[in-house]
């Protein structure tokens, strides 16, 4: 193993970014020779590295994939989140760099695993399958925040000029490649029942996210922003395939979760019958800090009033139309503002997904007997994480939090399917029964119907009732989850919803109003002002993030960067 890793290490030095550094070294065959590509062990082992892709909750202190991605409408982060590069493009980015490295590993694997004499077809398929799976997944990302992008589908060396400095291909043609890859991927991909390695499962949820991503990317773009006009054709090819990977995965027999906050805070995911992947954590091998962060004397990133205004009520109403008690203001109760009377008419996910008081500063919460104080820069604090039966010592203290985290499991695949359906405009409510209405079972709400039967006021997308509702109901579910939201207002072509100035309450709190004399965050009106004074205005170009200018200095061909940058 240690070789394995030494070896993944070398290689991923080796960057298609054309820098002086790379082209300085040696070949790089020496480090994917026959003495190594032997056997499947040594083949599992290389393949190990992709699984850093998937950070779940992080390793140590470091961050993770949930709660931290706040530059949404669904949190007002401790520091104001800005853009991800507010003005200038930068001269450098781990992010293309790092994207690279994992697409030419996916490459080595691609061209070595064939050449292992002791592998019968069935077992080199599978392989392959795994490597182009992680290609398709690393061009995916890259695609989505850089566009156009050149196609590497070889080891590079110091003498591939040509690719080297080759030039950038319409990203439509890269997410056809995209799509090659995935489609071999869950026909070879062995069909086995492991929720934590490769399977055909996992393929097939992989490739469901990646195909509705550019189903809709290319149904809603514009051509005034930067873009390519719309694409109906390659979206509903791309929404199909969507729907047909989903299905494959609502065949296997999984199931969904009692418990909702049970696929967050579980130290054990091994048997819950929701999970295709998920990344285990072990007490004093390794660990995580979401627990604590999310708990700690430093002050969280709550939830916004815009994310808590779009839970439903038991009656299955918005807050215009419930006639339900709709009210916000928490009444004060023993030293807090409570929200126990507020949740209990609401979709079950928000109870378990913050806490039942407010805390902000003037008035800190103590979840641990250490009389540790949290507060939220909204007031809304996060629970989704947090478990109570776990020792305190191991919830309150970074880097030693063991909870384990999902990676793929059934409820997005669920989501994902009803929204193709509905974007196919071929919607049933067969569709919607062995979809998103199971979800809202576990929710305490009532069914969806294609025909919705109310308008929500809120509605600003320009959809229709049902697409509205189905994106409500995919934003309340995946709360806090990876980056779900941002890269969901990308594909809807709803960036715009970030502009502050325009949306306020996405970086509004909590209504403190019964709070007479002990509140001491800044407030606007009754609510509190999660903003930091900053203020984030959107701007067209932000659709896509810009190419380093290090990288065009470099390659000319990769010039003109992208618009506005």
Not at 75 to 96: I, L, R, V
Not at 513 to 535: H, T
Request: proline share 4%.
């Amino acid at each position: 193993m240690k070789k394995i890793k030494y070896i993944a290490c070398l290689l991923s030095l080796a960057v298609v970014s054309g820098c002086d550094s790379i082209l300085d070294k040696g070949p790089l065959d020496s480090f994917t020779n026959d003495n190594f590509w032997t056997g499947e062990g040594n083949i599992s082992g290389y393949a190990n590295a992709f699984y850093e892709q998937f950070l779940g909750y992080g390793n140590g202190n470091g961050y993770g994939d949930f709660y931290f991605k706040t530059l949404s409408d669904d949190q007002a982060g401790m520091s104001f989140a800005k853009w991800t590069y507010p003005d200038n493009a930068p001269s450098t980015s781990a992010t293309w760099k790092n994207g690279w490295i994992e697409v030419r590993r996916a490459n080595i694997m691609l061209e070595n695993v064939p050449t292992v004499a002791s592998l019968d077809e069935a077992t080199k398929n599978h392989w392959l399958g795994v490597a182009r799976l992680m290609r398709a997944w690393q061009y995916y990302h890259l695609v989505r925040m850089y566009g156009n992008l050149p196609w590497i589908d070889k080891a590079l060396n110091i003498n591939d000029e040509g690719e080297i400095y080759g030039n950038r291909e319409d990203r439509d043609m890269v997410m056809d490649k995209v799509l090659e890859d995935l489609d071999f991927a869950v026909t070879n991909i062995k069909d086995i029942p492991s929720k934590t390695t490769w399977s055909r499962s996992l393929a097939n949820a992989m490739k469901a996210e990646v195909c509705l991503y550019e189903g809709t990317f290319r149904k809603y773009r514009k051509n005034e922003d930067g873009q390519q006009a719309p694409d109906a054709t390659g979206a509903a090819r791309y929404l199909t395939a969507c729907k047909e990977a989903c299905l494959a995965v609502m065949s296997k027999g999984y199931k969904l979760n009692t418990s909702y906050q049970g696929n967050y805070n579980s130290t054990d995911l091994s048997s819950n019958p929701e999970m295709i992947l998920y990344k285990a954590y072990k007490e004093g091998l390794l660990m995580h800090s979401t627990i604590d962060y999310t708990c700690s004397s430093t002050q969280i990133s709550g939830m916004s009033k815009n994310a808590f205004e779009s839970y439903l009520f038991k009656d299955g109403k918005p807050m215009a139309l419930t006639s339900l008690n709709k009210s916000d203001e928490a009444p004060f109760q023993y030293g807090h503002l409570s929200l126990k009377a507020i949740l209990a008419v609401r979709d079950k996910r928000l109870a378990q997904t913050i806490d039942t008081v407010l805390l902000y500063n003037g008035r800190g919460f103590t979840r641990f007997n250490t009389g540790m104080e949290s507060t939220s820069s909204t007031g809304y604090g996060v629970a989704k994480y947090d478990n109570e039966a776990i020792p305190e010592g191991f919830r309150s203290q970074s880097g030693k939090n063991y909870t384990h985290a999902p990676l793929f499991w059934l409820s997005v695949i669920y989501l994902n399917y009803a929204e193709a359906c509905a974007e196919l405009g071929n919607i049933t409510q067969d569709d919607l029964d062995k979809s998103i209405n199971l979800l809202k079972d576990r929710a305490g709400l009532p069914h969806l119907n294609p025909i919705v039967g109310f308008s929500d006021p809120a509605n600003n997308h320009g959809v229709s009732d049902l697409i509205w509702e189905i994106r409500r109901e995919r934003r309340c579910e995946l709360m806090f989850d990876n980056d779900n939201r941002y890269w969901d207002l990308i594909r809807w072509h709803q960036l715009d919803k970030l502009d502050t100035t325009k949306y306020p309450d996405i970086i509004l709190g909590a209504n403190v109003a019964n709070d007479m004399d002990g509140c001491e965050a800044n407030k606007v009106g009754k609510y509190i002002d999660g903003s930091k004074d900053g203020s984030r205005i959107y701007d067209k170009k932000h659709y896509l993030y810009p190419i380093p200018t290090g990288q065009i200095a470099l390659n000319p061909q990769l010039a003109p960067n992208n618009p506005g940058w």
